[in-house]
């Protein structure tokens, strides 16, 4: 069974950053592309970041700059570094498979920013 846990969120003041990261069990890690994606409230899911197999990286025009996605295969993990937050980054934010299952989401992890 496919499990993809978030952690690493919380509050933040803008300008501040914030890790997190997703454990991902019960898929060969290392031959999946993966990514992150939030949901604001009132909004829609949108996706943030993706990286692949590879190590190729894409970011949304809104986080460019400011996030970055990495992976470790050997931990199963997949990161995403967010600097320079801003209050509109406030969201819950899931990662998932690249394109995202629909069986995989998981709880997400709440990123608040504020002063």
């Known amino acids: 069974q496919v499990q993809l846990l978030e952690s690493g969120g919380g509050l933040v003041q803008p300008g501040g950053s914030l890790r997190l990261s997703c454990a991902a069990s019960?898929?060969?890690?290392?031959?999946?592309?993966m990514g992150w994606y939030r949901q604001a409230p009132g909004k829609q899911r949108e996706w943030v970041a993706i990286?692949?197999?590879?190590?190729?990286?894409k970011y949304a025009d809104s986080v460019k700059g400011r996030f970055t996605i990495s992976r470790d295969n050997a931990k199963n993990t997949v990161y995403l570094q967010m600097n320079s937050l801003k209050p509109e980054d406030t969201a819950v934010y899931y990662c998932n498979l690249d394109p995202p299952h629909d069986n995989y989401w998981g709880q997400g992890t709440q990123v608040t920013v504020s002063s």
């Open positions: 990286v692949s197999v590879g190590g190729t990286t």
């Open positions: 019960g898929i060969i890690f290392s031959i999946v592309g």
